[in-house]
């Protein structure tokens, strides 16, 4: 079945710095990868998603990249805000259901 | 356009004992899917109803049960409560065909002394 990796497991930056948090996935046939940002107390929030048939998706300073070959797929926050600071989930979708990472904890200083 | 929402938000019971969480699902979805999320880790698949049936269920024992009722809401049972069942119960809901786009719930946090 499919197994899905993330890096890092925590990530502190400050306030204005671009942060980076990479995914990788197992199974050739996934083709949907989201990401869902967690608060404290929280369920996560579907934040930006793409599909294998595309390379990059942007959303205002989110974006995601996949490279199907290599497997991977990557969450880029440019100019990141304190409100920014949350656990970030990425998933692969394999039979109907989501197979998710571990989570990064980003963390926004000001 | 309603969301997904979970009842209770929080509960604790005790070992062996049995608990009932409750989901409707966002207006316009007609599929559920409950996931479990332990403490610093991803939310893991326990299963998926759609038409009132299970429709896929992940790697959880059959003390884990659901139903779907006529209007798309759902329940999530746990039979035998074991320390290791406590953690976040989230709810999401979709519209079958489509690939992934679940939308979650704030969940249920179920705490078992």
């Known amino acids: 079945g499919e197994n899905v990796e993330q890096h890092p497991s925590t990530l502190s930056v400050q306030e204005g710095d671009s942060a980076v948090i990479k995914c990788t996935y197992s199974d050739s046939a996934s083709n949907y990868f989201p990401w869902y940002k967690q608060e404290l107390g929280k369920g996560p929030q579907l934040i930006i998603d793409i599909r294998s048939n595309v390379g990059e998706k942007k959303d205002q300073r989110i974006a995601v990249t996949l490279n199907k070959t290599a497997k991977h797929f990557s969450l880029h926050i440019t100019e990141t805000q304190p409100e920014d600071s949350a656990v970030y989930f990425c998933?692969?979708?394999?039979?109907?259901?989501?197979?998710f990472g571990q989570g990064t904890e980003l963390s926004v200083k000001p | 356009e309603t969301g997904v929402t979970q009842s209770p938000t929080h509960l604790i019971k005790t070992r062996g004992q049995q608990v009932t969480l409750r989901c409707s699902s966002q207006s316009g979805h007609n599929t559920v899917s409950w996931y479990q999320q332990a403490l610093g880790q991803g939310p893991q698949f326990i299963f998926q109803?759609?038409?009132?049936?299970?429709?896929g269920r992940g790697n959880f024992p059959p003390r884990f049960s659901g139903l779907q009722f006529p209007n798309y809401s759902s329940e999530l049972n746990v039979n035998a409560l074991e320390l290791d069942d406590s953690a976040l119960y989230l709810c999401?809901?979709?519209?079958?065909?489509?690939?992934?786009?679940?939308?979650f719930g704030e969940g249920s946090r179920l705490t078992v002394l």
């Open positions: 109803y759609y038409r009132e049936e299970e429709n």
């Open positions: 998933a692969a979708w394999e039979g109907g259901k989501l197979i």
């Open positions: 999401a809901s979709s519209f079958q065909g489509s690939t992934g786009e679940l939308f």
